[in-house]
């Protein structure tokens, strides 16, 4: 009888597409966390001696991590931009400007914050 770990097989696709698409909450976040989880599980087998591939369980969960750990890092950036009074001011900017121009002037405004 032949025995495979669809598990390990699963938490290592997960894991790249995490760290692929970290960026993204669905990615990073939902992507790695299954992947951290059919990795535990994988290796867990593979090391009963009831599956194989526990190596590649072990690489999945590491990478699922990564991409969870990344995208925490994104969202904790994003959140912090979207919190400053830079950001207000330019989201408050934006809502009272009624032309194109003005909204590109906001636009540099806020770039000039940003950067100095």
């Known amino acids: 009888m032949r025995r495979n ?15 692929i698409l970290f960026w993204t909450v669905v990615g990073g976040v939902v992507l790695g966390i299954l992947a951290l989880i059919f990795g535990i599980i994988g290796a867990r087998r593979a090391r009963g001696g009831r599956a194989p591939h526990g190596t590649m369980s072990v690489i999945g969960a590491v990478l699922g991590a990564l991409g ?4 925490v890092v994104i969202i904790a ?11 207000k001011n330019f989201d408050d900017c934006v ?3 009624d032309t194109k121009s003005e909204r590109d002037a906001c636009a540099e405004d806020f770039n000039r914050d940003i950067n100095n």
């Open 5 to 19: 770990n669809g598990l390990a097989v699963a938490a290592l696709i997960l894991g790249v597409l995490a760290v």
């Open 68 to 71: 969870v750990a990344g995208s």
């Open 95 to 97: 809502r009272q400007a």
């Open 77 to 87: 950036i994003g959140a912090s931009i979207l919190d400053s009074d830079e950001f």
